[in-house]
């Protein structure tokens, strides 16, 4: 079974930066989309970044020009660079692989649907 987990959560202060990890254990098919999603205590979970099996990127309008996915070459570690960080980026971080889905429908997707596997999580506090 495919098992993801995150890493490099922590408390900064806004206008800092922090970087998430996210490790993949293998792809059982071709065609996928990694992603980030986040929940703040009391908020509905929020879709923040998609990277597609292409290359595609997508991220919530929230995020844009602040965070940015990436992946490195050999495919095993998905990143999340967030920089500008705010106070209302705080929450629980959530990396996850879908099957069969690129990032503009995975962006697109209710959040409560989830992914097909998701990880444990990892915490982030900004502090204003």
């Known amino acids: 079974e495919v098992q993801l987990s995150e890493s490099g959560g922590g408390s900064v202060q806004a206008g800092g930066s922090l970087r998430l990890s996210c490790t993949v254990s293998?792809?059982?098919?071709?065609?996928?989309?990694l992603g980030w999603l986040r929940q703040a205590p009391g908020q509905e979970r929020e879709g923040v970044a998609f990277?597609?099996?292409?290359?595609?990127?997508r991220y919530a309008d929230s995020v844009k020009g602040r965070f940015t996915i990436s992946r490195d070459d050999a495919k095993i570690t998905l990143y999340l660079q967030m920089n500008s960080l705010k106070p209302e980026d705080s929450g629980m971080y959530y990396c996850g692989i879908v099957w069969g889905m690129n990032a503009r429908q995975a962006l697109g997707r209710d959040p409560d649907y989830g992914m097909d596997h998701w990880g444990q999580g990892t915490l982030v506090n900004i502090s204003s």
């Open positions: 293998e792809y059982t098919y071709n065609t996928y989309c």
């Open positions: 990277l597609d099996s292409r290359g595609d990127t």
